[in-house]
């Protein structure tokens, strides 16, 4: 007979968790979630890394599951004191139905018309699709479904397995195309890609074109991350169940590394974005702007620049051509003159006179303010 899950709810002191600057995965600049620890219990899952499970024992991470009963109220307080911008929220695993922390979350970012950002493995969010729904229409809101394989996968059963509790990715793609049918962004998170086990060309390009069927408007890949006791339970799983594949994961996971060795990550990245382009959807989750926002083209401006890291580190560019890109768009994101008055008053000069920003980068900011006609029309994707 299987463990039970245990529900332990507790008054957390704080629920809202601020970035420095916005992601430039998912475009989020706050995150809040309701739960710690999950029943999905999927093996290879970054959340049982020390800094986000506090157990003493990691097998408790699908049993104990912590709930922060106060955490709609915590929201509301919080949500006072800071700039509206995207929230990532929401977890709906099988303890939502009874206690309905997510959705309460979801009635304060309504209430308090922030945009949200959720990242599921479960149809059930398809539950609360009405409050979705209005706040998409109030701001923004955009639902994206992890997804490393369909039923047709060749290792379909291994990584079910290793999924455990999650729903089949089946009930994923049919509720993505729910949400795509109802007007709210949708795609998937192809991470974490497994080693021997996703990373296939017909793997991926079968996800990819599942996921474009269903409405899916992008999909945003990474790799599997290993680190400290997260690391040793999933090379205790493997050797228990694939001891087959231990060889290649100890060769591309050596003990300091937390990405996989070498440029095996890039060269998937690279598939991935010629499968996309195949397909015709982003390999990059476009930037929701909403109606009337501040400084939008800044905004867009560090996307862009966000963008073309990521696309020079796929490259294999060097550090010094990546990283100049990112920090670009780290500066312009918080800068408090709008780009295009800049450029307007001084021109390419007064470009290259924002910290960070050169001749290459400052050339590539000029086109792209030459190319937006009209800024104050940059609204949501």
């Keep these: 007979m299987g463990r039970k899950a245990v529900f332990l709810p507790y008054q957390a002191r704080s629920v809202l968790n601020k970035h420095k600057y916005p992601d430039h995965w998912f475009w989020t600049h706050y995150t809040v ?12 899952c970054y959340c049982r890394e020390r800094k986000y499970a ?5 097998a408790d991470f699908p049993y104990v599951i912590k709930i922060k009963e106060n955490a709609p109220d915590l929201l509301r307080k919080a949500l006072l004191k800071v700039p509206r911008d995207t929230i990532a929220v929401g977890d709906y695993q099988p303890l939502e139905r009874k206690y309905g922390v997510s959705r309460r979350l979801l009635e304060v970012c309504l209430e308090m018309e922030f945009p949200v ?18 706040i998409n229409r109030k701001s923004h809101a955009s639902v994206l479904f992890s997804l490393i394989h369909t039923a047709q996968s060749l290792h379909a059963g291994v990584i079910d397995r290793m999924e455990h509790l999650a729903p089949r990715p089946r009930l994923r793609l049919d509720a993505m195309r729910a949400l795509a049918k109802a007007g709210i962004a949708t795609g998937i998170c192809l991470m974490p890609i497994l080693p021997g086990l996703c990373d296939s060309r017909e793997n991926l390009e079968l996800v990819i074109r599942q996921t474009a069927d269903a409405g899916g408007q992008f999909v945003l890949a990474a790799p599997l991350t290993l680190a400290d006791q997260q690391k040793t339970y999933f090379m205790n799983y493997l050797q228990a169940n694939q001891p087959e594949l231990l060889p290649l994961y100890r060769r591309l996971y050596p003990d300091n590394s937390y990405g996989p060795k070498g440029d095996a990550w890039l060269k998937i990245g690279r598939m991935v974005r010629e499968i996309c382009a195949k397909v015709g959807i982003p390999d ?7 109606p009337g926002e501040k400084r939008a083209l800044n905004k867009r401006a560090a996307e862009l620049l966000a963008d073309r890291a990521y696309s020079l580190e796929l490259d294999g560019e060097e550090p010094s051509r990546v990283w100049p890109c990112r920090k670009a768009a780290w500066v312009i994101e918080e800068l408090p003159q709008d780009i295009g008055l ?3 008053r001084m021109g390419l000069k007064g470009l ?12 590539l900011l000029e086109d792209f303010i030459k190319n937006t006609s009209n800024r104050d029309q940059v609204t949501n994707f």
């Design 33 to 44: 979630y309701p739960y710690i620890g999950c029943q999905h219990g999927c093996e290879f």
């Design 54 to 58: 506090p157990y003493e024992d990691i």
């Design 117 to 134: 950002f959720m990242l599921e493995r479960s149809p059930l969010v398809l539950r609360d699709l009405d409050l979705i729904a209005e």
């Design 284 to 290: 990059r989750m476009p930037r929701p702007i909403l």
């Design 342 to 344: 800049i450029y307007a």
């Design 352 to 363: 290259q006179s924002i910290q960070g920003v050169g001749p290459s980068i400052g050339s």
